[in-house]
């Protein structure tokens, strides 16, 4: 089964750095989502790469999948306390047949400091 | 459109009882997908509904259980709950989630059942 490792597992950062967050999987991806969480709560879709070496951007967060389709990484430029939360990457993998499920990583939980 | 909605939203049980969640999709999506989220574990695929079939299912005991409606709603039961039963309950929906295709799934806020 598929399988994603994230990495770090946490990070705090002072308001204003840059940071990124990787999504390494054991297989080919298919379909690579990024989603954000607020403790307890549902997840906040980002962004959806395909394409090895896609890249794509909304307002200060970018996601790039590499060219072999085995890595994700999540760049956030100049982060802000709204940028605090646990990013989640989840993967398509095929089960059972033609159909997909999505596979999670274990989240990476940002703290950013004012 | 409205979102994803989950009720309801915190649940209190205790070890035995068994519990039904409800949740309703985007209007137009008619896939659902359920998860549990634990701290341990993270989040873990239950299993999808669409079109009032289960098409996929993901490692859980049979005591984990659902069904689609023919308006794309879902319920989730849990029989006989036991302690490691608590966790965020989450449910997906998209549009389709068509074989050999990547479809956007979108969260609702989740349901938080404490097994006391």
């Known amino acids: 089964s598929q399988e994603l490792e994230q990495s770090p597992q946490s990070l705090i950062v002072q308001e204003g750095k840059n940071l990124t967050i990787n999504c390494t999987s054991s297989?080919?991806?298919?379909?690579l989502y990024w989603y954000k969480q607020k403790y307890g709560e549902g997840l906040i879709f980002l962004m959806m790469l395909q394409k090895g070496g896609e890249e794509k951007s909304h307002e200060k967060i970018t996601a790039k999948l590499d060219e072999k389709k085995q890595q994700s990484s999540l760049h956030i430029t100049a982060s802000q306390p709204s940028h605090a939360g646990i990013y989640l990457c989840?993967?398509?993998?095929?089960?059972?047949?033609?159909?997909?499920?999505?596979?999670f990583g274990k989240g990476t939980l940002l703290t950013v400091n004012p | 459109k409205a979102g994803v909605t989950q009720t309801p939203r915190y649940l209190i049980k205790t070890r035995g009882q068994q519990v039904t969640l409800s949740c309703s999709p985007i209007s137009g999506h008619r896939s659902v997908s359920w998860y549990q989220q634990t701290p341990g574990q993270g989040l873990q695929f239950l299993f999808e509904?669409?079109?009032?079939?289960?098409?996929n299912k993901g490692n859980f005991p049979g005591r984990f259980s659902g069904r689609q409606f023919s308006n794309s709603r879902s319920e989730m039961n849990v029989s006989t709950l036991e302690l490691g039963d608590s966790a965020l309950y989450l449910c997906?929906?998209?549009?389709?989630?068509?074989?050999?295709?990547?479809?956007?799934?979108?969260f609702g806020p989740g349901t938080r059942l404490t097994v006391l």
């Open positions: 297989k080919t991806l298919y379909g």
């Open positions: 509904y669409f079109s009032e079939t289960q098409r």
């Open positions: 989840g993967a398509d993998a095929l089960s059972g047949g033609s159909n997909y499920k999505l596979t």
């Open positions: 997906a929906s998209s549009l389709a989630r068509l074989a050999g295709s990547s479809d956007t799934q979108y």
